[in-house]
């Protein structure tokens, strides 16, 4: 199973990005997907994540400005980032529990990590 992060860029501070996440590979079903950043000489930290049933949670740095989103169908995950601030600033990585189709009926859970995407606002 893979995640593939898409859609950062630099944008002005105030200006919006919007991140893409798409898993593929051998999926049985997605449990919780989320958004991390690291920003540099810091910890990774949870930005929003959402469950299979659509509970949501955000860090309280990006309430109000940041919503995640998820398609379920095509096991898509967004992040509308807007109202963005230089703080923002970071490498962006999707998350997804995933249990992971194996052998015959065989299913087995897995945490996967996309790439990471940058985001860069600057003042």
């Known amino acids: 199973v893979q995640l593939q992060a898409f859609g950062g860029g630099l944008v002005q501070a105030g200006g919006s990005l919007r991140l893409s996440c798409a898993a593929s590979?051998?999926?049985?079903?997605?449990?919780?997907m989320g958004w991390y950043r690291q920003a540099p000489g810091q910890e990774r930290e949870l930005v929003a994540d959402?469950?299979?049933?659509?509970?949501?949670k955000y860090a309280d740095s990006v309430k109000g400005r940041f919503t995640i989103s998820r398609d379920y169908a095509r096991n898509t995950l967004y992040l509308q980032m807007n109202s963005l601030k230089p703080e923002d600033t970071a490498v962006y990585y999707c998350?997804?529990?995933?249990?992971?189709?194996?052998?015959?009926?065989?299913?087995?859970?897995?945490?996967?990590w996309g790439q990471g995407t940058q985001v860069t606002v600057s003042s």
């Open positions: 959402i469950t299979s049933d659509g509970r949501i």
């Open positions: 590979g051998s999926i049985f079903s997605i449990n919780d």
């Open positions: 998350n997804a529990g995933v249990r992971v189709r194996g052998k015959g009926w065989d299913t087995y859970p897995s945490h996967v």
